[in-house]
């Protein structure tokens, strides 16, 4: 039978889908029955999320409260919570960028060579005219009321008066008579080399953040080891961008 029945498909007529007639090409492709039924059904569903929201909205209690109402508000269409008034933020981007991929060994080892670096440029520069460096006090005691109106800071120095507000290279009348000047003389190469020279404090600067900043990083790693340890442990301080957190552990004799 099953034969039989195959030879008779084989002889019938192949039904081809109706198409979209001429007059109506511009209307697009003609919808099918599934075609419908995909749309009814995307239909019908937004009715009945429609329909629900609405029930929910008309059996909702005014006077219901929740504290999170106070806590969080609406940004975009999502709810955020609000922070606490003098909270910090616990990590910054760059931190937890660093604590996830590195460990503690690759973060000190880091630290130390920056370290080295800024030895360095600090031996370089000595930090003689550095911008916001304390300015040093010079006192000087004199006898009398009127040898205070005569004091000449130049003369008591014994040195020129354009070189009176340097901290440093300040040479005496008789040195500038008696030895040539070595080094740039020149305004503008003097210019260039206090530029270069202030470039260079910048650097220590950023060098000197970079170090700190490495610190506090290896400070966390090692304190989230340590909570690994069984131990009990209650939290003294929370973590915050500058410092890690303080735990205090129990006292525990080692047999």
């Not at 001429?22 to 492709?29: D, E, S, T």
């Not at 800071?153 to 005496?172: C, G, I, K, M, W």
């Not at 973590?239 to 047999?255: D, G, H, I, L």
């Amino acid at each position: 039978m099953s034969s039989f029945r195959k030879a008779l498909k084989s002889q019938q007529k192949n039904h081809k889908e109706r198409s979209q007639p001429v007059f109506r090409k511009h209307l697009g492709h003609l919808e099918k029955k599934k075609d419908y039924k995909l749309r009814a059904d995307d239909y019908h569903k937004k009715q009945n999320t429609l329909a629900a929201l609405q029930k929910k909205t008309l059996d909702k209690n005014p006077d219901e409260f929740y504290f999170k109402m106070v806590s969080s508000q609406l940004k975009d269409g999502v709810h955020v919570a609000n922070k606490a008034k003098g909270t910090e933020e616990e990590n910054t981007e760059e931190q937890r960028k660093v604590m996830r991929t590195q460990d503690i060994r690759y973060v000190e080892m880091k630290r130390v060579a920056e370290g080295k670096r800024i030895e360095r440029l600090k031996s370089e520069l000595h930090l003689l005219d550095a911008d916001g460096k304390q300015k040093n006090g010079h006192t000087f005691y004199l006898d009398s009321k009127q040898e205070v109106a005569d004091f000449d800071l130049a003369s008591h120095l014994d040195t020129a008066p354009e070189l009176v507000d340097r901290v440093y290279n300040r040479p005496t009348l008789h040195t500038l008579e008696s030895q040539t000047i070595q080094g740039a003389v020149e305004p503008l190469v003097i210019k260039k080399l206090a530029r270069q020279r202030k470039h260079q404090y910048k650097i220590l600067s950023q060098r000197i953040d970079r170090e700190k900043k490495m610190f506090v990083i290896g400070q966390k790693i090692q304190t989230r080891k340590d909570l690994h340890d069984k131990n009990k442990k209650v939290k003294v301080s929370k973590e915050t961008v500058n410092a890690s957190a303080v735990y205090k552990f129990e006292a525990k004799r080692k047999c």
